[in-house]
């Protein structure tokens, strides 16, 4: 579904992405790891054209996306949640889930704001409360069932289980098998090895823009020594 093929991206001069290349079948649940400032959100920002790769291809369903505008590429069906949550805090819930309607895809799960409610419970029960009265993990549940309601083919999630509490976070890991249950493909950012193990199929390990391991969990738990040099364990 998408393949990233030695993507350079720089901020300025700095040089963050070094020829990163992965695939993401459809379906699947990959995760990002790194430590801080290894360059997981500028790698969502470069498949999502919020930062113009300067060369690579970033190839989603067949079509180099490279260079389109974001809001292009949020229409072709990738859903993005940026690690800073994005709500209209002077709107009910339900009125920012309704601002996020799109049409829906014949190939991608269709969200109505009924089977999200379904979902974020805690949402539902609070669906005419203004934004600004929720919580950081509700927030961060809002931001994501705004973008389902885009109807996405693949949702890119920045450090969902960042700066969120702890039961909430055990939530939002049932949360992302259900939307892979129901066909949706995924990938996160984590720096939480625990969390990416639960919800993800894959890791692609990435330090300093470089790709250092892609494989398994089982593969990763076996390489101790990958997971000391790359990760904050
Ligand atoms: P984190 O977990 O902290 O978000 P990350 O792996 O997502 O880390 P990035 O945010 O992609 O890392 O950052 C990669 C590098 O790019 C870091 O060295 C960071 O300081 C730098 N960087 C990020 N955003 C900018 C920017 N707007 N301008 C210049 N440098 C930036």
Same mark, same amino acid.
């Given at each position: 579904m998408?393949?990233? $093929? +030695? ?24 995760? !990002? ?12 920002? $470069?498949?999502?054209?919020?930062? *113009? ?18 809001? &292009? ?18 709107? %009910?819930? !339900?009125? /920012?889930?309704?601002?996020? &309607? ?9 969200? %109505?704001?009924?089977? !999200? ?12 409360n203004? +934004? ?9 549940? !809002?931001? #994501?069932?705004?973008?389902?309601? +885009? /109807? ?8 969902? $289980? ?12 049932? %949360?992302?098998?259900?939307?892979? &249950?129901?066909?949706? %493909?995924?990938?996160?950012?984590e720096? /939480?090895? *625990? ?12 330090? =300093?823009g ?5 494989? =398994? ?8 020594? #990958? ?7």
């Amino acid at each position: 579904m998408l393949e990233v $093929s +030695g993507l350079n991206s720089f901020y300025g001069k700095a040089h963050i992405l070094n020829d990163l290349s992965f695939t993401v079948g459809r379906g699947e649940v990959v995760a !990002l790891l790194g430590r801080n400032g290894a360059g997981k959100t500028t790698t969502m920002k $470069s498949i999502m054209q919020l930062v *113009h790769p300067k060369s690579g291809a970033v190839t989603f369903e067949g079509k180099d996306i490279a260079g389109y505008s974001a809001h &292009r590429v949020a229409r072709m069906g990738i859903g993005y949640v940026p690690e800073e949550r994005r709500i209209f805090t002077d709107l %009910t819930i !339900l009125e /920012n889930l309704e601002v996020g &309607r799109q049409k829906p895809r014949e190939d991608a799960p269709v969200w %109505t704001v009924d089977a !999200l409610f379904e979902i974020f419970p805690n949402l539902s029960e609070r669906r005419n409360n203004r +934004g600004k009265a929720m919580s950081g993990g509700e927030q961060q549940m !809002l931001t #994501i069932a705004r973008t389902l309601m +885009g /109807n996405p083919k693949l949702l890119l999630l920045d450090e969902p $289980s960042e700066g969120i509490a702890p039961v909430i976070v055990e939530q939002m890991a049932k %949360t992302i098998l259900r939307f892979k &249950r129901e066909g949706l %493909t995924v990938v996160i950012s984590e720096q /939480n090895l *625990h969390f990416a193990g639960i919800v993800a199929d894959r890791a692609i390990i990435i330090e =300093s823009g470089v790709k250092k391991f892609d494989g =398994s969990f089982s593969e990763l738990e076996k390489s101790p020594e #990958i997971r000391d040099a790359y990760l904050s364990v």
